[in-house]
């Protein structure tokens, strides 16, 4: 009797059942058996009332259903469900099931999160709310269709927890039945706000770089504009910085009381400036920049607080960047850039940085052609003294030899032996004191002006230094070798020639008397420079006088011993450095000097 088997646990339910039965109802209910030779199993007993025609007692009829199967379908099915409740209310991502009436199914925790409660669509055929803010129907309709489709991120203002903007990502998923109708779709987004920041932010950034180095590359360019006039090159400057910054003008201001004048521009043609313009200070942008003291950026003005500005009223010009402009600390004008247009970008710190190095480059530039401008106004005042002096200083030396020698004419034969002596003296002096003047203003004009710089032949500046000197070499029996081939170098051809005579004279003045003067000229070529010597065999000169001897009137020796008067060397070194070079001093007391001279290779 199967009743044996009947689960301990499962008796008051086998209980309650006969007990329906016996009260004459037909019952159902479910047990589990536990049976010898098997695992325990549940079964469905049916039980029916039979009536009591046979005599006591009652009798049913009972069957009993193995369900073990249906049992485990039901629990898998059950397991199943729980792990997709799991799945779906616990995701991260927003999911909501959408039937194909575009009625919300099922939504889970994260969708309301983002969404709000979106469950129910008021009236039926009405639009789908998140769908149509994503512009996702076509992707719906293509998910009724039969195909996943993925919904590219779109910037959104959301409505659920967190009501700001995000950016949403998403996915339409057909959920399909064993038949394969497509009943429902699945609609999952996922909030990538955080992503998206993050890779806006970088391509900002990115943005920010390219452009802080495009600035870069441009002031590296405006640095190494070709040396022309300050005027030229700040012209070409504000064409590469306008180009840069996309404006079409640029201007450099100079500012004096209330008036402002332009002093160079770049602008199209047909803009409408000029050099020399002047405008009342207070109505012009340039204003701005210097009441600030800094960089003033206006994308679109506009849209600016400044739109009530003058300059606004007077220029209506929409976009402008301005910086002040000073000169060794004084301020000048202002330096800007603007367009009659709306910039196409806003203005960054880049920007703004590169406007403040291009005002000090402007300001060095200018401070250049204000320095040469008053370096040429006091050369010419200092040759015009020199001039001037050595005319006027000549003069009564002139006249002193002049009436000295007149004396002699007239009175010579009077003159006992002595006054002869002393007026040999006093013409001596009058021509020494003129040669002095004469040596000084040379020494005065050396590199005065600003003669072209051009490749010049050494072995040709040696040779008319040498053709000068001939008749002391004459007179001395000297002669000047030169070693090797002598380069060419960048220079001025008659200051060189200068500098050549007046070491080859020196080496033929102090020469010794028991040998003839030989001067030797060599050179050494080094990676960047040429080192020419000029060698002599003379008196030579002791070591403590090697810096000394280039000082003007410096000399070792007194003019009867040497005739000179100490500027020949002076002159040398002031040509040197004229040159960009160096000259010194090797010598050897009795044996000889050596003077070297370097100069920069390279033409
Ligand atoms: P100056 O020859 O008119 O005296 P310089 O300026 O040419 O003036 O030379 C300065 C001094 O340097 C000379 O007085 C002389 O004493 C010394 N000096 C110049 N060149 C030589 C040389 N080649 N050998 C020896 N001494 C020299």
């Not at 039937?99 to 009236?123: E, F, H, Y």
């Not at 420079?529 to 060698?535: E, L």
Request: aromatic share 6%.
């Amino acid at each position: 009797p199967f009743l044996l088997f009947v689960d301990n646990d499962s008796r008051p339910d086998l209980d309650r059942h006969f007990s329906a039965v016996q009260s004459g109802r037909r019952s159902t209910t479910e047990l589990w058996l536990t049976p010898d030779k098997r695992p325990p199993f549940p079964v469905i007993l049916e039980s029916i009332q039979l009536g009591d025609g046979w005599g006591t007692g009652w009798r049913c009829l009972t069957t009993a259903l193995d369900i073990t199967e249906r049992k485990q379908a039901e629990q898998a099915l059950l397991a199943s469900e729980t792990r997709f409740r799991a799945i779906f209310e616990q995701s991260p991502l927003a999911i909501q099931i959408i039937g194909r009436d575009a009625q919300p199914r099922m939504s889970n925790r994260a969708w309301v999160k983002l969404w709000g409660d979106s469950s129910t669509i008021p009236t039926p055929g009405q639009r789908h709310p998140v769908l149509s803010r994503i512009g996702a129907e076509k992707s719906f309709t293509e998910g009724l269709a039969g195909n996943s489709v993925e919904i590219p991120a779109i910037h959104v203002t959301a409505s659920g927890e967190r009501n700001d903007d995000r950016w949403v990502h998403g996915y339409v998923y057909p959920i399909r039945e064993l038949n394969g109708g497509i009943p429902e779709i699945v609609l999952v987004n996922e909030d990538v706000s955080e992503r998206k920041r993050i890779e806006l932010a970088l391509a900002d950034q990115t943005e920010l770089l390219r452009r802080q180095y495009e600035s870069l590359r441009v002031l590296s360019e405006i640095a190494a504009l070709p040396p022309s006039s300050a005027s030229q090159r700040l012209t070409e400057a504000l064409d590469l910085g306008r180009r840069h910054l996309g404006l079409s003008t640029g201007l450099i201001s100079r500012v004096e009381g209330n008036r402002l004048t332009v002093e160079n521009y770049a602008a199209p043609t047909g803009a409408g400036v000029t050099d020399g313009t002047l405008h009342d200070f207070a109505l012009t942008c340039c204003s701005l920049a210097i009441e600030q003291g800094d960089v003033v950026a206006i994308a679109h003005m506009r849209r600016s607080p400044l739109a009530g500005h003058a300059c606004y009223t007077a220029h209506r010009l929409e976009s402008y960047i301005g910086v002040p402009v000073s000169i060794r600390g004084r301020p000048y004008g202002a330096l800007s850039f603007y367009s009659p247009t709306p910039s196409a970008r806003e203005f960054d710190d880049g920007d703004k940085e590169f406007m403040r190095l291009l005002a000090r480059w402007v300001g060095a530039v200018l401070e250049e052609e204000a320095t040469l401008r008053e370096l040429a106004r006091s050369n010419a005042e200092l040759e015009q003294f020199a001039y001037v002096s050595s005319h006027d200083l000549r003069q009564p030396l002139r006249q002193v030899s002049s009436y000295v020698s007149m004396l002699e004419r007239r009175y010579g034969d009077k003159l006992d032996a002595d006054a002869h002596e002393f007026i040999a003296y006093a013409r001596d002096g009058a021509l020494r004191m003129d040669r002095l003047i004469v040596d000084l203003l040379e020494f005065s004009r050396i590199g005065r002006n600003i003669k072209a710089i051009a490749p010049v032949a050494l072995a040709e500046v040696v040779k008319d230094a040498i053709a000068n000197l001939t008749l002391s070499l004459s007179d001395t029996n000297g002669r000047v070798d030169i070693r090797g081939e002598l380069p060419v170098v960048k220079g001025d051809a008659s200051d060189l020639v200068r500098l050549f005579q007046n070491l080859i004279g020196n080496a033929i003045k102090y020469s010794l008397p028991e040998r003839p003067p030989v001067v030797e000229i060599s050179v050494e070529t080094q990676p960047m420079t040429h080192v020419v010597t000029v060698q002599d065999n003379g008196i030579g000169i002791l070591p403590e006088y090697f810096e000394t001897i280039f000082g003007v009137f410096k000399r070792l020796h007194t003019p009867d011993q040497y005739d000179g008067n100490g500027i020949g060397l002076a002159i040398c070194k002031k040509v040197i450095d004229q040159h960009g070079g160096r000259i010194w001093v090797d010598s050897t007391p009795s044996e000889g000097t050596a003077f070297h001279i370097e100069l920069p290779r390279g033409l």
